[in-house]
């Protein structure tokens, strides 16, 4: 693959090239890695960036030979950026160990770099520097855009300008949003090949660096038990779930041009979903997992209107604390339509899932803060023990809970006797609670992007013909409720949602779980 300008690539980063770079320990010596992050001076990459590279350091993954540029129009020297950067860093290992030696060692090792993002000029001036960093050896390099995507292709581009004398691999890891719709999405994929082959690019979507959701398809198909009972056949219905207790605080002006279905639906809950959904790949090579993401995608139904609701959160008075309307965010247009809560009832039409519904729910200011996927099973028939749950059926069915965030654990609920001489019945959970069994901290998701980005692993970041199916599934609704100016239903601030939630699902027989 070859890119129509050139571009940012130098060796073919294909996984295994990449490893045998970094894997041999004996040839640690010739290779050197340059992580430039691009929107230094910003809030991602101070509260997840730096913290997660550090947190790689802490315990010896990164490379021998590595040094961490920030680069952003913001004056700042090395020291005003370590300063910076010193401020978010944890000893996340061991909150009691004091990390402050690996700290400092760390801190050394990043730099900081002011220029305009259009600027060939101040590109070339980072490359020098980089060079100097790199002292010969074998230079690979990430570009790390942690910036507006409107300057994505401007900095791709300056930065290809200089990069031409690299002589290792160079990588580009971009945050979403990938665009706003399926044409927006696909010019900006469009703008970056012309600098960059696909393999290069490596789209984040955090949610897939989650521990839970990476452990989705160990469960399913490392276990026995799991996989049979995965289709139509036994499953009633999956729950796709994402909520947060705080509104969207500081962030209302990117959001009022997103809303809930693009921030989280169209991205974090759709590739679960397909993790969940998808086929058993024939092996666990990036290329296998996301071509069975990308069928699945594809086969589902088109979003109908009618099985869409979408919510905004207005203001609420609690305990004498009173919480704001979305709308009272003075960055946020005083009558917008903009949904911060969505509920959805999506249909796969394959031999697998056909007839069962995949219930999303996404909000902001709702009453609790979670992740997870419910899997609620179809009823035993026949069950000889249907009297001892009397009417309420529904409560003696199998459900199976994979608890994304926070207090992660997967508990499965099960229909037991009471002890005792009688025969009562009861539901139980066999429960795997993470903190119970795994006392150590689980990696934040950007700590395994990053590492799998420098290893040039795959199988985490969205390809670019996912994104078109994730696209071309929501864009129609999306045009749609813009169009009709469909009217969100109002929510209290930390409430449970719209009603109207409730209503979409009991249109399934499903009970929110
Ligand atoms: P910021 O808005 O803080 O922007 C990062 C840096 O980019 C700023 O410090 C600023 O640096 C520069 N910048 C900001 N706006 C502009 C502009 N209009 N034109 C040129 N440069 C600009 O973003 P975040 O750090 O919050 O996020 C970075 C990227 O990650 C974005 O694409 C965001 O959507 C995405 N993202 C962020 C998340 C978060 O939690 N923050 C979560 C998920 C995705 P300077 O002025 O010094 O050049
Ligand atoms: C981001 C969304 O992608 O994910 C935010 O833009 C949301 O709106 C965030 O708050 C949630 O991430 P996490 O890891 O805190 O659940």
Redesign the pocket.
């Known amino acids: 693959e070859t890119t129509p300008n050139g571009g940012l690539l130098t060796i073919p980063s294909s996984s295994k090239a990449c490893r045998d770079i970094a894997g041999i320990s004996t040839r640690e010596e010739e290779y050197t890695v340059s992580i430039t992050v691009v929107?230094a001076?910003?809030?991602?990459?101070k509260?997840?960036i730096f913290p997660a590279l550090f947190a790689l350091y802490d315990e010896g993954s990164l490379p021998k030979h590595f040094t961490i540029f920030g680069y952003?129009?913001?004056k700042m020297t090395d020291a005003e950026l370590r300063n910076m950067v010193s401020k978010t860093l944890t000893c996340r290992l061991d909150k009691r160990e004091n990390c402050g030696e690996k700290m400092d060692q760390f801190l050394k090792r990043c730099f900081y770099h002011s220029g305009q993002?259009n600027s060939e000029q101040n590109f070339a001036d980072l490359d020098k520097k980089l060079k100097e960093h790199e002292g010969g050896k074998l230079s690979n390099r990430i570009f790390y855009l942690?910036?507006?995507?409107?300057?994505f292709i401007d900095v791709v581009k300056c930065a290809s300008k200089s990069a031409s004398s690299t002589n290792g691999w160079t990588r580009v890891i971009v945050?979403?949003?990938f665009g706003r719709d399926y044409e927006s999405s696909a010019a900006l994929t469009r703008g970056l090949k012309e600098y960059l082959v696909e393999d290069q690019i490596f789209r984040i979507d955090?949610y897939l660096g989650k521990e839970l959701v990476e452990n989705l398809s160990v469960l399913r198909f490392s276990n026995l038990v799991f996989e049979p009972l995965w289709s139509r056949q036994y499953i009633r219905n999956v729950q796709l779930i994402f909520s947060e207790e705080f509104g969207t605080e500081g962030r209302g002006g990117?959001f009022d041009n997103y809303g809930i279905i693009r921030d989280v639906m169209q991205n974090h809950l759709l590739q679960i979903l397909a993790l969940f959904a998808m086929e058993t790949p024939a092996s666990l090579d990036a290329e296998d997992i996301r071509n069975e993401k990308v069928k699945v995608i594809r086969s589902i139904k088109p979003l109908q209107l009618e099985n869409v609701v979408i919510g905004q959160y207005k203001s609420h008075k609690k305990r004498g604390i009173t919480y704001p309307a979305y709308t009272d965010d003075r960055t946020v247009p005083s009558d917008s339509l903009t949904p911060t809560f969505a509920a959805a009832a999506l249909f796969i039409d394959n031999a697998r899932w056909d007839g069962v519904p995949f219930l999303m729910k996404a909000g902001k200011a709702l009453h609790t803060r979670r992740a997870e996927i419910r899997v609620q099973f179809r009823h035993v028939p026949g069950n000889l023990y249907k009297r001892s749950f009397g009417t309420d059926l529904d409560r003696a069915t199998n459900e199976l809970v994979i608890r994304v965030q926070p207090d992660e654990a997967i508990y499965l609920r099960i229909n037991n006797k009471i002890p005792g001489l009688g025969m009562r019945l009861d539901h139980s959970d066999l429960n795997l609670h993470y903190a119970a069994r795994y006392p150590k901290e689980i990696p934040d998701a950007y700590e395994r992007l990053l590492l799998d980005a420098i290893e040039g692993e795959r199988r985490l970041f969205i390809r670019s013909d996912e994104l078109d199916s994730a696209w071309e599934l929501f864009t129609p609704l999306l045009k749609e409720l813009e169009e009709k100016k469909v009217a969100p239903e109002l929510y209290p601030y930390g409430s449970r949602g719209p009603v109207g939630a409730h209503y979409l699902a009991a249109k399934y027989n499903v009970r929110w779980g």
């Open positions: 929107g001076s910003g809030d991602l990459a509260k997840k952003a129009r913001s993002y942690s910036i507006p995507p409107n300057i945050e979403k949003p955090h990117y």
